[in-house]
């Protein structure tokens, strides 16, 4: 199944997250090898958009706050490094919206 085109992916989950260095759980030097950076975030949102966002999500999970849901694939990034990648979405139950959660390298492939 696809998930909305009007799925929800804030900005501050990509420039306060996934793009910045972080101690713990950081993903900005993975991301930065396909030439994801905190200046083009913009880029790295439309490619989920239009790289991920196509692919079919699968349900896993469902908690007490939505229907949680797993889309694999590869990312072709701004400089053509491909990325593997693991996003994680989710329908929240009390507004029925879809958002981005997370991603990650996919190392089951």
């Avoid at 900005?11 to 260095?21: D, G």
């Avoid at 989920?48 to 849901?69: H, N, S």
């Avoid at 400089?79 to 959660?101: H, P, Q, R, Y």
Wanted: charged share 30%; with cysteine.
């Amino acid at each position: 199944m696809k998930l909305p085109e009007n799925t929800l992916i804030a900005q501050e989950k990509l420039t306060k997250y996934l793009l910045v260095l972080r101690k713990r759980n950081n993903k900005s030097n993975w991301l930065a090898e396909a030439g994801y950076i905190l200046d083009n975030w913009k880029l790295l949102e439309s490619d989920l958009r239009e790289q991920i966002l196509t692919i079919d999500a699968v349900p896993t999970e469902k908690t007490d706050y939505g229907q949680m849901y797993e889309i694999r694939g590869k990312m072709v990034g701004p400089n053509g490094n491909i990325l593997s990648v693991c996003t994680i979405w989710m329908t929240e139950k009390a507004t029925d919206k879809t958002k981005f959660i997370t991603m990650y390298p996919n190392k089951k492939e």
